[in-house]
């Protein structure tokens, strides 16, 4: 027979129980009071077992309360965040379904408050928070159950706003690759491509010819000094290509060739 031999209080809400067999068990107050620990108590290997099994299922409820009292949690964060505090994977699984149980873990109850905070928050669109949601641990179907919330609507408003910004960044662009990276920003984003593109009509971005003159006076002379080293024709030829892949029309690269490169 196992002998209790002593009793202190460890870190937290457990006590650490040691037995005359050199056993140690880390258990809470429930199971204390529960099997009657008292120091002087003879354990038969039933009641060892027993013990031992509902300490390790205990210990995990009372980490994974504490876990979940922040925040909501996923069932994959949970079930990470116990394996890293060592709890076996059978005493897991029975935590995760008693949590079920006390509807404190709902990966669909999560999922829609996860959208939620993630269109007051955030700059995503529907495409990257489903891949977080992946992340997190959710199955596609709950996804998909979840995801209407964030509707075409709501899409649009976000998306105008992290467009409005990614156009005063780029604003010193072509009027054609402000375009481009800004369409490229929001697809990055997660935004579809029907969202984007109802967002660049609605967009005041009417070409003004006097900041796009300044933008290619600015690139062409970025050009003209990365390549000044070159042969005339083949600096020229370099610096038309640099300039008309950042979208400037033909007869402003042209004009700016004949102006600037022939001057010298």
Do not use: C, W
């Not at 980490?63 to 059978?90: F, G, H, P």
């Not at 000094?225 to 300039?243: A, T, V, Y």
């Not at 400037?248 to 600037?260: C, K, M, N, P």
């Amino acid at each position: 027979m196992n002998t209790i031999i002593r009793i202190n209080k460890g870190k937290g809400p457990f006590y650490e129980v040691a037995t005359s067999e050199g056993e140690t068990l880390r258990v809470s107050e429930d199971l204390l009071v529960r099997f009657r620990l008292l120091k002087g108590k003879e354990l038969s290997e039933e009641e060892l077992k027993e013990i031992k099994k509902s300490a390790g299922v205990d210990l995990g409820l009372q980490q994974a309360m504490n876990y979940i009292s922040y925040q909501l949690r996923s069932e994959m964060e949970v079930r990470t965040y116990l394996k890293d505090k060592e709890i076996e994977k059978q005493d897991r699984d029975l935590v995760v379904e008693r949590l079920k149980e006390l509807n404190l873990i709902d990966d669909k109850n999560y999922g829609e408050s996860y959208i939620r905070t993630q269109v007051r928050m955030s700059d995503k669109g529907p495409v990257v928070i489903s891949q977080q949601l992946r992340k997190k641990g959710l199955k596609d179907s709950v996804i998909q159950e979840v995801l209407p919330l964030y509707t075409e609507e709501m899409q649009f408003e976000v998306g105008y706003h992290t467009a409005e910004k990614a156009m005063r960044r780029f604003h010193n662009k072509s009027h054609k690759e402000m375009i481009q990276k800004i369409k490229m920003h929001l697809i990055q984003k997660g935004f579809h491509q029907g969202v984007i593109q109802m967002i660049l009509d609605e967009l005041p971005m009417e070409k003004d010819e006097d900041q796009e003159n300044e933008a290619l006076q600015r690139e062409g002379a970025r050009l003209m000094r990365r390549h000044q080293r070159l042969p005339l024709m083949k600096r020229k030829m370099k610096i038309k290509q640099g300039l008309y892949q950042k979208g400037f029309a033909i007869d402003d690269i042209q004009r700016f060739l004949d102006e600037e490169v022939m001057d010298e």
